[in-house]
């Protein structure tokens, strides 16, 4: 679980969003609309620890991330997948070893093996695996950041407009991955600032959208 408890956040003295409560329970899914520089961005890197609360206390998985060092944040976030909107990969390995990063950053080689086949195929990307990332088209590139983000079977899915650079049916594809993992079990908050893509999936899953506008969030959103 991931939780926020009247959390505030500014940039250079400028209030950004204020007193802000939001919890993510286990298995929930969460869309995060709101305008551009509403602080979208802002609120993820809050809920996977890559920035800290100014005022209030961001509790993950039961910690105060305050309290937290370098190792378990390095833990932390081994439970939560990230998926950037402008996804960044090494260029010289293939990307099938991009994907793999994770596991073979912590060792576990063996099971980065067993289990890359099962997720290439998962993201439709098995004929691409020998490829590197510059011959991916861009809804390419978003299946690799979103397997990349899934290899270590995070609890969650923290996504940052995943669907702001490819196409209608790419994004379709991109949310029926996303709505797949979140059947098994997975907790989902995508932001994203389509509306139309948000009604469009609605018969697949149930979400709560939440606004955020005006320094504040607004719970009330529609239940999917």
Same mark, same amino acid.
Request: proline letters at 3%; glycine letters at 8%; a neutral charge.
């Given at each position: 679980? #991931? ?45 996977? @620890? ?21 190792? @378990?944040?390095?833990?932390? +976030?081994?439970? #939560?997948?990230?998926?950037? *909107?402008?996804? *960044? ?5 293939? $990307? ?12 576990? $080689?063996? %099971? @980065? ?12 990307? !098995? %004929? ?5 990332? *510059? ?15 899934? =290899?270590?079977?995070?609890?969650? #899915? ?10 209608? %049916? ?9 709505? %797949? ?8 908050? =995508? ?6 893509? =948000?009604?469009? #999936? ?5 979400? +709560? $959208?939440?606004?955020? +506008?005006?320094?504040?969030?607004? *719970?009330?959103? !529609?239940?999917?």
């Amino acid at each position: 679980m #991931i939780e926020l408890d009247n959390v505030s956040y500014g940039y250079r003295g400028q209030p950004l969003f204020s007193q802000l409560s939001l919890e993510l329970a286990p298995g929930s899914f969460h869309f995060l609309t709101g305008p551009s520089g509403a602080g979208k961005t802002t609120l993820l890197r809050l809920c996977y @620890a890559d920035l800290q609360a100014q005022q209030g206390q961001v509790r993950l998985f039961g910690k105060d991330a305050t309290r937290l060092d370098r190792d @378990a944040v390095a833990l932390t +976030r081994r439970r #939560i997948g990230v998926v950037h *909107q402008d996804c *960044q990969f090494l260029d010289h390995l293939s $990307v099938a070893e991009n994907i793999a990063l994770p596991l073979t950053v912590s060792g576990r $080689v063996a %099971e @980065a093996a067993a289990n890359l086949s099962e997720l290439l195929n998962w993201v439709g990307l !098995a %004929e691409q695996a020998h490829q590197l990332p *510059q011959e991916l088209s861009g809804g390419e590139r978003q299946r690799a950041a979103l397997a990349r983000a899934v =290899i270590m079977s995070p609890d969650f #899915i923290i996504a940052d407009e995943p669907t702001g650079n490819v196409d209608w %049916e790419m994004s379709q594809r991109l949310m029926t991955l996303l709505t %797949e993992l979140n059947r098994m079990g997975k907790t989902i908050l =995508i932001a994203t600032h389509d509306l139309n893509l =948000i009604r469009t #999936i609605k018969s697949g899953v149930s979400a +709560r $959208v939440l606004r955020l +506008r005006g320094g504040l969030l607004d *719970q009330a959103g !529609a239940e999917l």
